[in-house]
């Protein structure tokens, strides 16, 4: 069984510009949850879609946004990129918002110059 | 809203020691429980979780930990180290339903040889 496929794996963008990062969950699953981590501040919650709607979010500015596709598969944007937005970021998937086991890809690392 | 504090970002332990991580959690309702491990530049794998039932849950990698409800702890631990287990370890918590996963700050484990 494939796990939590997320692509790219590493990027390197200017600021200012914008990124669109891919998560692919575990077949069966329909739950996406996103999160920034850093070394200051640890592991931030993002948002999580379930059936393509979003059901949670964090505490971000709207400059990072989300969505999920029917077959589950989510991208996350962020827009008009900051140096601060350099981050590993994490996507994990579970059968369902209410179910709390989640799998985790292993992340995209994004790089702001 | 729920929280989880993990006592010590660093810990050094001696191959063969026992390993202890510590994890207090606060919730307004029964939580789920759970473990994560992660290595450098890698998602995170959980290493065991707690829904309901026998509060001694083990996990893979010979870890295993008690929750403890009088005290609001979730502690991780494992006999014996091993350098493999050199990693950073993460305490997250989820009330149940339709909230999010709450993480703690990670505990960086560092294997003495």
């Known amino acids: 069984k494939a796990g939590v496929t997320q692509t790219p794996r590493y990027l390197i963008k200017t600021r200012g510009q914008q990124v669109t990062l891919s998560c692919s969950p575990i077949s069966g699953h329909r739950s996406v949850s996103w999160y920034q981590q850093t070394p200051g501040q640890g592991l931030q919650f993002l948002f999580e879609?379930?059936?393509?709607?979003?059901?949670n979010k964090g505490n971000f500015p709207g400059r990072f946004s989300g969505r999920q596709f029917s077959n589950s598969r989510s991208e996350m944007n962020v827009s008009t990129l900051e140096l601060g937005d350099s981050a590993l970021y994490l996507c994990?998937?579970?059968?369902?918002?209410?179910?709390?086991?989640?799998?985790f890809g292993q992340g995209t690392r994004l790089t702001v110059v | 809203a729920q929280s989880v504090t993990q006592l010590g970002s660093h810990v050094s332990v001696s191959e063969g020691a026992l390993v202890l991580l510590r994890c207090n959690y606060s919730?307004?309702?029964?939580?789920?429980l759970f473990w994560y491990v992660q290595y450098p530049n890698q998602g995170l794998q959980l290493l065991l979780k707690y829904t309901t039932g026998a509060t001694l849950v083990k996990g893979i990698n010979g870890f295993e930990a008690e929750f403890k409800k009088s005290e609001t702890s979730f502690h991780l631990t494992k006999p014996s180290a091993h350098m493999s287990d050199a990693a950073e370890y993460f305490c997250?918590?989820?009330?149940?339903?339709?909230?999010?996963?709450?993480f703690g700050t990670g505990t960086k484990l560092q294997v003495i040889p």
């Open positions: 879609y379930f059936s393509e709607t979003q059901r």
């Open positions: 997250a918590v989820k009330p149940g339903g339709y909230q999010k996963v709450t």
């Open positions: 919730s307004s309702v029964p939580p789920y």
């Open positions: 994990a998937s579970s059968l369902a918002v209410q179910v709390a086991e989640a799998f």
